[in-house]
DNA sequence: CCTACCGATCGGTAGG
DNA sequence: CCTACCGATCGGTAGG
């Protein structure tokens, strides 16, 4: 009888790919060896090659599933019946959640873009621009100047994301402030500047 | 007779930091090899080895040189006899100069601490932490807010530095929004939040 | 300041 | 004659 597809081939293919995301979030891309990951699954070196055609495609697939998860919370976020600052205030929150949920991912997007080929990257870039078209739509909805000056509008939505986004090099989740609170200040920051 | 130091010694120390940092910047440290980086300078490499005893000690030049500027130039923009709000103006453009009058460096400096050795990624740290310094005594002086709640203040000191660290992955200095402007959007931002 | 090398390890693939 | 998977090893290159 011919075999068919492992029932579990997905299953595998989600085990490597956290064992990957792990190791290289720790040593980098090419830092994180496939006999590394592989021994890290209690693999053989072969059989990972057997879910993967390359090292990049881990990679890719580590970006992947990390932003998708991103995006699809963003637009969930955004279509409840809410204020605009509401929504931000939310965005902020569930952005912050994502990130340290997965911190390995999240370090892995923000660092390794550069490892993946150009037709791969091209497919995460844009991916990543749809999660800023989110917050695009919102400051051209709430700042009536930058509703009429659009070209304005890209540097304000990369200080949303750059203080969201910068908090994996800093934000420690046992420390004093919490990650709701964290989000609260960059979104709150984002609608007035510092607190009197 | 014995001889000494060649005159030039720094001199060649500065063109083999200057072009390890473009290529560091461009392949990582891992993907860009010691072969790689005295091909670009024109040397052999063992002539490398000859400035410097490991690959890491290029790497911590680069990093060093480049954080001891901004520190310096953090310093002497504070110093002036200027308003509070101003000082903020004016360190977030020195900033934005900074980075992007030394591209490679600065990328290197955000993506490439971790393959420091842990002595030398502590004084690169700690340079990190005297920035930020200077950042945390205008938040403490600006705000009575956070001068009262000071574990409040690490956060707000972070947001300032995730919207200026963050352009390195999308500002384009021959796009349509200048680098001063990029600067003034960031301190506006942190100081008063989207404008109207 | 160079050529000639080293022990080790890299990503990827062979035969069965 | 297929797919799934193994132990072993390929040609090249890494930092030193």
Redesign the interface.
């Known amino acids: 009888m011919a075999r068919t597809q492992a029932v579990d081939f997905d299953q595998r293919r989600e085990k490597i790919t956290e064992a990957a995301a792990v190791l290289i979030a720790k040593?980098?891309?090419?830092?994180a060896s496939v006999a590394d990951i592989s021994a890290s699954c209690n693999m053989s070196k072969s059989l990972i090659y057997h879910y993967f055609p390359a090292k990049e495609d881990i990679l890719f697939e580590v970006m992947w599933s990390h932003v998708s998860k991103l995006l699809h919370l963003a637009n969930t976020v955004t279509v409840y019946d809410r204020t605009p600052d509401d929504q931000l205030i939310w965005l902020a929150r569930v952005l912050m959640e994502a990130y340290n949920g997965a911190q390995a991912q999240q370090k892995i997007l923000l660092?390794e873009m550069?490892?993946l080929p150009a037709e791969k990257r091209g497919v995460i870039v844009q991916a990543q621009r749809d999660l800023m078209a989110v917050v695009d739509k919102f400051?051209a909805l709430?700042?009536?100047?930058?509703r009429s000056q659009p070209?304005?509008r890209?540097?304000?939505v990369?200080?949303f994301?750059?203080?969201?986004?910068?908090?994996h090099?800093?934000f420690d989740r046992a420390g004093?402030?919490s990650e709701t609170?964290?989000a609260d200040?960059?979104s709150?920051?984002?609608?007035?500047?510092?607190?009197?």
Do not use: E, H, Q, R
């Open positions: 040593k980098g891309f090419l830092g660092n550069d490892n400051v709430k700042s009536y100047k930058l070209k304005l890209p540097p304000y990369m200080m994301f750059g203080m969201l986004n910068w908090t090099t800093w004093p402030v609170k964290v200040i960059a709150d920051m984002f609608l007035k500047g510092l607190p009197f």
